[in-house]
């Protein structure tokens, strides 16, 4: 595998969650994880031996530390986390189960990356060394000064050669500040070679509708050229507890798809995305000509995130690869 230096940008938060499937109004406590679609990616990345750094801005208090230690203790580089803001934004979580699905409540407003603003993050020092760029459609949903922090990094990346990608990644509860997604992504999408995202987010973003997903791949290609790759999970909800699961990458010239998952038994399918994308991401930067296999292994990771608490995946190389090559059955490792 040739070296690479990724780079994340977004947000960490506080996820506070009922224990087991308790609703809110049943919980006297809440179990504490922290994680974000950027910073989970980067997560996944350092699990599987990648070096990683994670690019944000945290509050200079107690809580904000505590993120930082997260992010540390999982042996990813935080020497470019600048520090300012009111307080760690945070979500809320309550996670479903059979019929009844999870909910999540957002708590972000004037937190630390919400308020970031250009000029903040040493962009220079920040990509010093690194190879492949990646952020979300999360960060430029959260203020305008946000957004145009992200179009900045963008910007700076691209004027360096860094690979980019973006996970599309639409949350409707995020846009409050004035602008729609419409005006804000397309030209932050522009600098981007690889991007995921599915019909929704191609509808809601860019007013892409298609028959199918090559048919919406070939569209995004041809509205983003940069864009050498379209990939995108595919998720039947049968129930809270029971999904199944693949994923779809175009190539610009051939749609491959990945075998289907049946997830029988979910524990915690918060941050299934963000582990597809950091399983895309290894798989792409390991087997850089070969499309289909780094598909594989995307969709496998992202099966095994399903079994663990938490946003983070903590599944290991040799784990995701088992379970691409066939071996599904859980057996105890003696």
């Not at 993120?67 to 945070?90: E, P």
């Not at 459609?137 to 145009?148: E, M, R």
């Not at 892409?208 to 998720?235: C, H, M, N, S, Y």
Request: some cysteine.
């Amino acid at each position: 595998m040739p070296h690479a230096r990724v780079a994340t940008f977004g947000e960490i938060m506080l996820r506070l969650s009922p224990p087991g499937h308790q609703r809110f109004r049943q919980a006297h406590d809440f179990r504490v994880e922290y994680g974000g679609g950027e910073s989970n990616v980067a997560v996944s990345l350092a699990n599987f031996g990648l070096d990683v750094r994670f690019v944000t801005r945290l509050p200079a208090n107690d809580i904000g530390d505590c993120a930082l230690y997260a992010l540390r203790g999982a042996g990813i580089d935080t020497s470019h986390v600048v520090r300012g803001g009111k307080r760690l934004g945070i979500y809320f979580l309550e996670k479903g189960a059979v019929q009844r699905g999870s909910k999540v409540v957002y708590d972000r407003e004037d937190s630390g990356m919400a308020t970031l603003r250009p000029g903040q993050i040493d962009w220079d020092r920040a990509f010093d060394g690194v190879t492949w760029f990646h952020w979300t459609g999360i960060t430029p949903a959260l203020s305008q000064s946000a957004a145009d922090a992200c179009r900045e990094a963008c910007r700076e990346a691209s004027a360096r050669g860094i690979t980019i990608s973006v996970d599309l990644n639409h949350r409707e509860k995020l846009w409050q500040y004035g602008k729609s997604p419409r005006e804000v992504m397309p030209e932050l999408i522009e600098y981007c070679d690889l991007i995921v995202g599915g019909a929704r987010e191609a509808a809601s973003y860019f007013d892409i509708q298609g028959e199918d997903f090559a048919d919406v791949a070939r569209q995004l290609q041809q509205r983003f050229p940069k864009a050498r790759r379209i990939a995108t999970t595919l998720r039947e909800t049968l129930s809270a507890s029971h999904n199944t699961y693949s994923g779809l990458l175009w190539d610009g010239e051939e749609l491959h798809a990945a075998p289907v998952y049946q997830l029988t038994h979910i524990v915690d399918r918060v941050g299934g995305g963000d582990s597809f994308m950091g399983g895309l991401i290894y798989g792409l930067i390991t087997w850089p000509e070969e499309p289909a296999t780094a598909l594989r292994f995307a969709t496998a990771a992202s099966a095994l995130k399903h079994t663990i608490i938490g946003d983070v995946n903590l599944v290991t190389v040799e784990e995701v690869v088992n379970l691409m090559e066939g071996d599904a059955s859980g057996r105890v490792s003696r």
